[in-house]
DNA sequence: GGAGTTTGTTTAGGTTCGGCACAAAGTAAG
DNA sequence: CTTACTTTGTGCCGAACCTAAACAAACTCC
């Protein structure tokens, strides 16, 4: 009996009990929906013996606080109990987010909360490599000075990434040519840096929808739907049960060559009228008459004049016009997806705010199911939501499993 | 100390190992993915001893036959393992189809054998309570002659249900009332004829998606998107990780209004050159300038048509029209939901074998990556796999939890 | 201040699963 | 046919994890 098959030796050692809920525990108490042990315990479905081990041990791995001084909380009848938190002192991990602005680092703990943050900064390379280099170079500075704990990276690059390669296929507003390999750029950046933890990149969308999702306007939603427009195009997100749906390799939610308006605009997918020309920062310009200023201010631009000139017919006929193409492609969206919650960031959500009976209006007259036609239509809540879904990337080992990320 | 709080008591009595693991086991032997006990070992990542006790819970339960004799099984070095496979004299459940031709009912197996069946029967009434009782009485007698144990009923209607109230909000080819309540009218009859077990009702084209990614075409992909058209409009579907998407309120995947002709045939939805009225049955034969025969039977029609007059001019012009459209709106679809298989169903199956190399074409060069692009995109392989799909939801509870549903 | 309510804590016990040793059943080679 | 080797099935033990139950603690309400 020498060739042993049996090679799976996972020799565990810890007698704690309540490990197997330490994850689900620590998502709850993340997103705000645990504020107390007794909530923890019901929203566990378990014993409170172990809900309070789970919370104990979450306490031992310095994540979490557990406030058991008599009198830290009342209100109702019987014992209070005992209140739960994000330790402030915890660990942090390090997010940023490349845009066709600039860039930005920032130190966010548990909980969603930024601890730390750069002012934007301006990109001063189309290398990749070199831009991952100073973004990273920022978030090592702002780890330096904090002196915390750093468990692992996330980066939100504008550009839908491929998985598993990591690559990102159209980063057009930076540049950078279709195909650059920033997962390994930034991992590369982040090991060099002396940086702990795993590193992780994504579309900035979709981290802002995961971000909307656990501490914004999409939280409690099954199904969320955000759509947003930045500078140039238009990009989507789909959370599910509280994950991301991102298809078979990364690609899904990529939702801007709907057809929204048969005669409009050509694109340059062959076809005409699709979302991405018809609703972003260069139609709403080009729709009110006004010459587009460089590519990064676009969206400043657009908000700019939406928010100040509303009264001026061109810029009003522009909006409605926008309102009307958005509200057909999220309603093709909506008979696809069948979401329970729409959000709406960048210019879109400015266009929501203008006039949001009318794109609820259109959303309801084009989509099939008067259920569906009443999906509630949301603007993001979150400042800076894809740093914040980048910081949820990288919080998410931790959160599947906090024993394992943290040892 | 009277009031207590604590009410979760479950005793369980059972000492048998191996219970959180059924079922993902029974799945495993049920889609044929578990030949043997050594590979239902590995795939479920357990100890030998576990998956051992695992198969004998499953056989003691009349489920699965573990063939244990020496001998069995060969061919590789070492000792053969036990063959697993489905207990072909256990339970099965009654599965029904209504569409617009008719209806018919059946007996299916695990594995999603059919092991007794009705010939297509024809609606002779529009009271969807009068149709549901005569399929459900069908099914009934299937059941006396086999004396077979039933545990649960599935029906396929060509039909959007709204979840949970399990209405079918577009039952038009049936003529039915729109919102009929066809599950509860499905439960009514199923408890009236005497059937045990739980009654489910499901879209026909979610119902043969889910058909094909376990028994049929789709087996082993990890995000199936399936789209068919039977008599009028088009369905789709999309199963993730084995399970059907069906969106917050079981609408999702209603696909039939993307814009795939910008100048094409208005639509009652408002629009034009919906995908719905430009690759359905009675678009081809408008296109091949057919006058449509009734509509039980324009499928066959356009069927008939293109397996034997493609040479005309006519009908290959209008099968290459359909198929451009139709790849527009698939190109769409693995857009938004980057699926990594497509199985195509009714008249667009017939489409694809008709010239498959152009419908690849127009798909890869719509859909924005190289990579979506090159999705396969296959023939259904199942007969009635809306059948065998409502079979699935019938077995879902059993494959969920087999100790619990059986008992 | 006592009754009632709700929560935290301790203890005991049970279920499930992995580790391990060994037996069983095949193939491969002489 | 025998021996070596490989792979799989089985029984036993203990660890991990959780529930149940009883009790203690901390609040509200009257």
Redesign the interface.
């Not at 749906?245 to 929204?260: K, M, Y």
């Not at 997918?269 to 009228?273: A, E, I, T, V």
């Given at each position: 009996m020498n060739g042993r098959a049996?090679k799976?030796t996972t020799t565990r050692t810890r007698l704690e009990r309540g490990r197997s809920a330490l994850g689900p525990a620590l998502e709850l108490v993340h997103t705000g929906r645990a504020p107390t042990r007794a909530v923890l315990t019901t929203e566990l479905g378990v014993?409170r013996a172990t809900a309070g081990a789970v919370a104990a041990e979450l306490e031992a791995l310095g994540l979490i606080l557990v406030d058991s001084r008599p009198g830290a909380a009342a209100g109702s009848q019987g014992r209070p109990s005992h209140r739960l938190a994000v330790d402030d002192t915890g660990p942090v991990v390090l997010a940023a987010q490349v845009h066709a602005d600039g860039f930005r680092a920032a130190l966010v703990a548990l909980g969603g909360r930024t601890v730390a943050t750069t002012p934007g900064c301006v990109i001063v390379s189309s290398d990749p490599a070199q831009v991952l280099g100073a973004v990273v170079a920022e978030g090592a500075a702002l780890l330096r000075d904090s002196g915390r704990r750093c468990v692992g990276a996330g980066l939100a690059v504008p550009s839908?990434v491929?998985e598993p390669e990591g690559t990102a296929?159209?980063p057009l507003h930076l540049a950078w040519p279709a195909g650059a390999p920033v997962r390994d750029l930034f991992v590369e950046q982040v090991r060099a840096a002396g940086i702990e933890g795993p590193a992780f990149t994504g579309n900035d969308v979709n981290l802002a929808a995961l971000a909307e999702h656990r501490h914004g306007a999409g939280r409690g939603a099954?199904?969320l739907l955000c759509v947003a427009t930045g500078h140039r195009g238009v990009g989507?997100a789909l959370v599910?049960d509280g994950r991301l749906?991102?298809?078979?390799?990364?690609?899904?939610?990529?939702?801007?060559?709907?057809?929204?308006n048969?005669?409009g605009r050509p694109c340059h997918?062959?076809?005409?009228?699709c979302l991405d020309v018809e609703t972003d920062p260069l139609a709403f310009l080009d729709a009110a008459g006004r010459e587009p200023g460089p590519e990064g201010s676009l969206l400043q631009q657009s908000r700019d004049l939406l928010r100040t000139e509303y009264a001026d017919r061109s810029v009003r006929a522009a909006a409605e016009e926008l309102i009307d193409r958005l509200g057909q492609g999220l309603a093709?969206?909506v008979?696809?997806?069948?979401?329970?919650r729409v959000i709406l960031g960048g210019l879109h959500r400015e266009l929501l705010d203008a006039d949001p009976a009318r794109l609820r209006a259109v959303v309801a007259?084009?989509s099939?199911?008067g259920?569906?036609g009443s999906v509630p239509i949301l603007a993001c809540t979150l400042d800076h939501n894809s740093l914040v879904g980048a910081a949820e990337l990288a919080w998410q080992p931790v959160l599947d499993d906090p024993l394992a990320a943290l040892t």
């Open positions: 049996d799976a014993t839908a491929a296929l159209n099954g199904q989507g599910v749906h991102t298809g078979s390799s990364g690609l899904a939610l990529e939702v801007g060559h709907l057809t929204v048969p005669e997918c062959g076809s005409r009228g093709g969206l008979n696809i997806l069948n979401p329970d007259d084009r099939l199911w259920r569906s």
